[in-house]
């Protein structure tokens, strides 16, 4: 939501500015003859002001109508990337109830650390190969259709901290001390926030598109 927020102001600034580029030029031209006695400067106004229009304008309503007409598409690689990290146990898919997976948490006091780090690892494989089979089908769609840019970083961060999580599993194996477990235990932690944010841009970004369906934006 924060970051909605200050891309949101972000795009605000953008518009104000260029409206005020746009007003003053257009004021001088009207109020002054100062274009007329700098044909060259005048001519490089006149572009701006072109390029400023296309991009704030003409390019927003071709972005706009292409979105529309790919929205189904678009709908439907986001569900099955929701539905891709979806828990089995946990989640009801026929009633649009998911769950994203989560990782489990290993500690000093297993019974068997060796085999808990052999599964966890296991674990994270079906899980890379997952979200790669996912994006090895959509991920060239995604990247060119609609505002999918927060998404496919998400996906990215995941796909990066089950690595770190695998990585540390290995150093915990050879250390077996407190330190590398209480890495272990940070590294997965944050790769289950990472699935839970990618589980809510997915579910923001399905909810996006049925509203550029129905035409509410």
């Keep these: 939501m924060l970051r909605s927020g200050r891309e949101r102001a972000k795009r605000i ?24 006695e700098l044909v060259i400067l005048s001519g ?11 991009v704030l304008v003409l390019d927003k309503l071709i972005a706009r109508s292409t979105a529309r007409r790919w929205s189904p598409v678009n709908r439907l690689a986001l569900t099955e990337f929701l ?13 649009g109830e998911i769950v994203p997976r989560t990782l489990p948490h290993i500690d000093a006091d297993t019974i068997d650390l060796k085999a808990d780090l052999h599964a966890l690892r296991e ?46 599993t290995l150093e915990v194996e050879d250390e077996k001390s407190s330190a590398s477990l209480a890495e272990l235990a940070k590294q997965t932690q944050r790769c289950n926030e990472s699935m839970a944010r990618l589980e809510g841009e997915l579910r923001a970004r399905i909810r996006g598109e049925e ?7």
């Design 44 to 54: 490089l106004a006149a572009g701006l002001v072109t390029f400023l229009l296309t």
């Design 13 to 36: 600034a953008i518009w104000i500015g260029a409206v005020t580029v746009i007003a003053v030029i257009l004021w001088l031209d009207v109020m002054t003859g100062l274009w007329n």
């Design 123 to 168: 674990q994270v494989v079906r899980e890379r190969a997952l979200l790669s089979e996912a994006l090895g089908t959509w991920a060239q769609f995604l990247a060119s259709s609609g505002d999918n840019d927060q998404v496919m970083r998400e996906i990215a961060e995941v796909a990066l901290q089950l690595h770190r999580v695998r990585d540390v």
């Design 83 to 95: 539905y891709s990290i979806a828990d089995d146990e946990r989640s009801e898919i026929s009633r």
């Design 211 to 217: 509203q550029i369906a129905h035409g509410v934006r």
